[in-house]
């Protein structure tokens, strides 16, 4: 009932903001509108939105039965996550890469990607109120790394006076535990809201061989408490804070010694947020954000001495004033900020800063009931690479009360990052070494002077700036929505220039390479989704999302068309010619992915049941033959089904149990994929106070 | 039977084109057809390696003889990994093999039959003190696997101890060529295919 109530209000607010393109809609799908803010940096519908985008409710988080935002995000359409050397697992969207996404929690954004992917595991999905996807090229307002697109977290939040308590236990195959406790309470002006999560694991082993387990044991505790304070209708406090911290066994085995260690992560965020409004038409809202993410880790040798030390310490200090003008038919939203960042870490010289300065602006346009125009641009000056100019422009149109159609063209860029530019690393058994574009002469005449280095490459040149990776991403999609069935489709292309590898500069009189970073490629990807839902009746649902993906380097193509790329016949071991069609693409990229998902309620026995099944296509992670590129000649990394299931059984408001299993047929393919462990059972106890 | 006939005709439109051109010695006619032929098994054994000084007797080939000789006659020799060719000078290796011949190499990107020509006398390059004509390494190392691969589209153009032309492409490092050589693979054996022209043109 307090359900229905609260959409009612919701529908309210929309209409007074929309009333001007809503006025066709019936009742019916307004009470179930949804609302997304990370797309224009105000509330928006969904459906009039000219982006592609989806929002994953507490509901579908909950039923779903998992813990960590890796483990639901993975299974959104088109978004696969990928693990990176280091384990950490990262999201492609749209065929690219984790790098290029940029993840926000509350609408800032996190940090500490190490070495480029943010791991999305650090985080707990017990407090998430709703998790908002934009797809596409989203520099026009966030900047840096919104290339792929954005995904903000948002938490729980009380709406009413209310004093409620949440209390979760969940136990899991490989010892893994998750406890969560959750405070929410608002009276009169003060509200607040306190999380805790504990989250333990045995880790897992997919090779029994080797002394160490695929996964080693970790632990982490996630403390979040956020408080909000209303001084009056008019001006508006929040204050939230979040600590993370996590501890994870470090074991190697080096030359047959074996060695043992520790990994820390330590996280801190913090957001103040001062929201004004000055009258009908213009809100303001003032932020400042602090974060800090720090990793420590150790490896010791058999008698307990020190064989490898390494940090890792990066602070962002940002703050940013928005403000939204609101018009009849129209709403301008304008923000100015800047960014202040530093990081220290083992393998850089000495402690590098960042300093930017930025604006933009975005004119979100209703000129009649069936049009809306969005259009933005934001600007970054920055204190290490040229200035980026990143506009964007989308409409939506809304053929009738049940389709709309919806277009959008952007610019998308990722700032070199700090390793990048400031890398100074040298591998110390087996000697070649990697420095970062800013450092690199400087480090390549060290050596020199030192007599280190044999030759250097002809044509390296350090004199001009390394350039962002750029890219131009568009889209093109429908959203249909009619009774009891929902379809919404996007083709999307993204197109990346200078994206930044790593190049040969010079060999060491070792034999060993020099490496730095350059604008070396041009990569594009295109390909569309759909994702059609249809509800039979409200305790019956269907899902089917699939996603086809084609990703590709536009050198490779070069060199294929002059016909310089070669592979071995594997009868008469002869060298041929590769074709264009030979190619198969990026690395890690399938071209197929798809899920399918039904959600059954029994209402008498207050149990629901969701199924899930997600498959993925054939893809590539290694060029077994050598020649450079992923041909069909090479090793691939099979197609597999993953099913889940959870079963979730409520008693009375006050407790429900659910059990299930994520992995439930057991795949495993230990030689190519680590990061899935073969089934896991697990157990839920919820307590709500 | 339709198809029969048509490879049949075919195959005898070839002979009388080989046969047609198979007295004309003018290098601007239809090139002769060499024969190719293939080398298995060639083991090149090495002492040392894995950070020890290498040593040990190169096997010398001789492509006009195709097989393994004793004599100064040699075009390639082979020990482990390394290749060297019977011209220049000498390199300063262990065990190295006197060069009295005028041999040289050059490195050309393609498959095998596509090299039909004899590259420019620029793009030749002889042993010499400390460097090697062989200059960029013919394989890939897996430092995983450990396994040799030879580069696909690598194909060299010998000229031989006594200035005539041999084309030749590494197939494999390891006994018995398997198509997926592993850990128990025998390493330091040879197959690889060539092309010998002992006439003095610029066609293979």
């Known amino acids: 009932m307090k359900k229905r109530i609260f959409f009612m209000l919701f529908f309210y607010s929309i209409y007074v903001t929309y009333s001007q393109e809503k006025v066709t809609d019936s009742l019916q799908s307004k009470a179930l509108e949804e609302v997304i803010v990370t797309a224009t940096r105000t509330e928006r519908s969904l459906s009039s939105l000219p982006?592609?985008?989806?929002?994953?409710?507490?509901?579908?988080?909950?039923?779903?039965?998992?813990?960590?935002?890796?483990?639901?995000?993975?299974?959104?359409?088109?978004?696969?996550?990928?693990?990176?050397?280091?384990?950490?697992?990262?999201?492609?969207?749209?065929?690219?890469?984790?790098?290029?996404?940029?993840?926000?929690?509350?609408?800032?954004?996190?940090?500490g990607r190490s070495a480029g992917t943010l791991d999305l595991s650090r985080i707990s999905v017990g407090n998430i109120s709703s998790i908002e996807i934009v797809k596409g090229a989203s520099s026009s307002l966030y900047g840096s790394d919104a290339l792929a697109g954005v995904i903000n977290i948002i938490t729980k939040k009380p709406k009413e006076d209310v004093f409620s308590g949440t209390g979760t236990y969940r136990y899991a195959t490989f010892e893994t535990q998750d406890a969560n406790l959750d405070f929410v309470w608002k009276k009169k002006a003060f509200s607040?809201?306190?999380?805790?999560?504990?989250?333990?694991?045995?880790?897992?082993?997919?090779?029994?061989?080797?002394?160490?387990?695929?996964?080693?044991?970790?632990?982490?505790?996630?403390?979040?408490?956020?408080?909000?304070?209303?001084?009056?209708?008019?001006?508006?406090?929040?204050?939230?804070?979040?600590?993370?911290h996590q501890e994870q066994d470090y074991k190697a085995t080096i030359d047959s010694e074996r060695y043992k260690g520790l990994s820390k992560i330590m996280e801190w965020d913090t957001q103040i947020k001062v929201s004004q409004k000055w009258n009908a038409s213009i809100d303001s809202e003032y932020e400042l954000y602090a974060t800090n993410y720090k990793t420590d880790e150790f490896l010791n040798d058999s008698q307990g001495f020190a064989f490898e030390n390494s940090f890792y310490n990066q602070w962002v200090f940002r703050p940013e004033i928005r403000t939204t003008f609101s018009f009849p038919k129209s709403k301008i939203t304008t923000g100015l900020g800047l960014n202040h960042e530093t990081l220290d870490r083992t393998y850089f010289a000495s402690e590098v800063v960042f300093n930017s300065q930025y604006v933009y602006l975005q004119y979100d346009y209703n000129p009649s009931k069936k049009w809306n125009i969005l259009t933005g641009f934001r600007l970054d000056n920055h204190n290490q690479y040229q200035s980026q100019w990143s506009p964007k422009i989308a409409a939506n149109y809304k053929l009738n009360t049940h389709l709309s159609l919806k277009s959008s063209i952007g610019y998308g860029y990722k700032a070199p990052d700090f390793r990048q530019l400031y890398f100074d690393f040298t591998n110390s058994a087996i000697g070649y070494a990697v420095f970062g574009y800013n450092v690199a002469e400087e480090r390549l005449n060290a050596l020199d002077n030192q007599g280190q280095v044999l030759f250097r490459t002809n044509g390296i040149d350090f004199s001009s700036e390394l350039k962002p990776e750029s890219s131009v991403n568009l889209n093109l999609g429908s959203f249909y929505e009619k009774h009891n069935f929902k379809w919404d489709t996007n083709v999307f292309y993204n197109a990346i220039s200078n994206l930044i590898d790593t190049k040969v500069i010079a060999q060491k009189t070792n034999g060993q390479n020099v490496f730095s970073y350059f604008n070396i490629d041009e990569i594009f990807t295109y390909g569309f989704e759909n994702n059609f839902h249809y509800s039979f009746h409200s305790n019956l649902k269907f899902s089917l999302g699939y996603q086809y993906l084609i990703a590709k380097d536009k050198t490779v193509l070069q060199e294929l068309d002059s016909g310089t790329v070669f592979a071995r016949d594997a009868n008469t071991l002869e060298s041929f010619q590769l074709k264009k069609t030979d190619y198969f693409g990026l690395f890690n990229r399938s071209k197929h992915t798809a899920n399918f998902k039904v959600l059954y309620t029994i209402s008498k026995l207050k149990t629901t049941f969701n199924l899930r099944v997600f498959y993925r296509s054939k893809y590539g992670i290694v060029d077994s033959n050598n020649n450079q590129i992923l041909d069909q000649y090479d090793v691939f990394v099979k197609d597999y089904f993953l099913t889940n299931l959870s079963i979730t059984k409520t008693f009375n408001q006050k407790m429900s149990v659910q059990i299930g299993s994520n992995n439930l047929f057991n795949f495993k393919n230990p030689d190519q994929i680590s990061a899935i462990s073969g089934r896991q059972l697990f157990a839920r106890i919820q307590f709500n106070l | 039977m339709n198809t029969k006939l048509i490879q049949l005709s075919i195959f005898s439109l070839f002979i009388f084109f080989?046969?047609?051109?198979?007295?004309?010695?003018?290098?601007?006619?239809t090139p002769v057809s060499l024969e190719t032929k293939t080398v298995t098994n060639l083991y090149a054994p090495q002492t040392g390696g894995q950070g020890q000084p290498?040593?040990?007797?190169?096997?010398?080939?001789?492509?006009?003889?195709?097989?393994?000789?004793?004599?100064?006659?040699?075009?390639?020799?082979?020990?482990?990994?390394?290749?060297?060719?019977?011209?220049?000078?000498?390199?300063?290796?262990?065990?190295?093999?006197?060069?009295?011949?005028?041999?040289?190499?050059?490195?050309?990107?393609?498959?095998?039959?596509t090299v039909t020509t004899i590259p420019d006398a620029a793009s030749f390059a002889q042993d010499g003190s400390g460097t090697y004509a062989f200059a960029e390494p013919w394989y890939d190392y897996n430092g995983t696997t450990h396994i040799i691969t030879p580069k696909a589209g690598t194909i060299y153009v010998v000229k031989t101890h006594d200035g005539k032309y041999a084309k030749f492409e590494i197939l494999s490092y390891y006994q018995d060529a398997p198509a997926n050589p592993d850990m128990t693979s025998v390493s330091r054996y040879y197959t690889f295919k060539f092309v010998y022209q002992p006439n003095n043109t610029t066609h293979f």
């Open chain 2, 18 to 29: 080989t046969s047609c051109t198979n007295d004309d010695d003018a290098v601007t006619v």
């Open chain 2, 54 to 113: 290498t040593a040990g007797a190169f096997t010398k080939f001789s492509f006009s003889e195709n097989q393994i000789v004793a004599s100064d006659n040699w075009d390639i020799a082979f020990r482990g990994t390394t290749l060297i060719v019977n011209g220049g000078e000498a390199i300063g290796l262990t065990d190295e093999p006197t060069r009295t011949g005028d041999g040289a190499v050059s490195k050309v990107v393609g498959t095998f039959n």
């Open chain 1, 51 to 111: 982006l592609p985008s989806a929002i994953i409710t507490a509901d579908a988080i909950s039923k779903a039965g998992v813990t960590r935002l890796s483990d639901i995000i993975a299974e959104q359409t088109g978004l696969i996550t990928i693990p990176d050397f280091g384990g950490a697992e990262g999201i492609q969207m749209q065929g690219l890469d984790a790098a290029y996404t940029l993840i926000l929690l509350d609408g800032v954004p996190l940090i």
């Open chain 1, 192 to 244: 607040g809201s306190v999380f805790t999560n504990y989250f333990a694991t045995d880790g897992y082993d997919l090779n029994e061989a080797t002394p160490e387990k695929t996964v080693e044991a970790y632990q982490n505790v996630t403390i979040q408490p956020k408080f909000y304070y209303d001084f009056s209708k008019r001006l508006q406090l929040v204050l939230g804070t979040r600590f993370y």
